[in-house]
């Protein structure tokens, strides 16, 4: 019964995972900014980056990346 619980649990968390991840936008960072001549200016959006809902997404898919992995193991040892 345990097990069986925890396997729904774990199916909920892979589903918040993927919702997370798909939610996210993609990155143009790296090589593509630093040739645009962005390289060394920090605009508003980087100022204000840690109040968006990028970094919001960000760390809920660390939390309930955390949550899977964790539910995972439990499973194992049930």
Do not use: H, P
Not at 37 to 59: A, C, F, I, V
Request: aromatic content about 8%; hydrophobic content about 45%.
């Amino acid at each position: 019964m345990a097990f069986n619980i925890v396997c729904v649990l774990i199916l909920i968390a892979c589903v918040g995972v993927n919702l997370c991840i798909l939610l996210q936008n993609k990155r143009a960072g790296g090589f593509t900014g630093s040739v645009s001549g962005m390289g060394g200016q920090q605009t508003y959006w980087d100022k204000n980056k840690g109040k968006s809902l990028e970094k919001r997404l960000e760390r809920y898919t660390a939390i309930t990346t955390a949550i899977f992995v964790v539910l995972t193991l439990i499973s194992n040892l049930i």
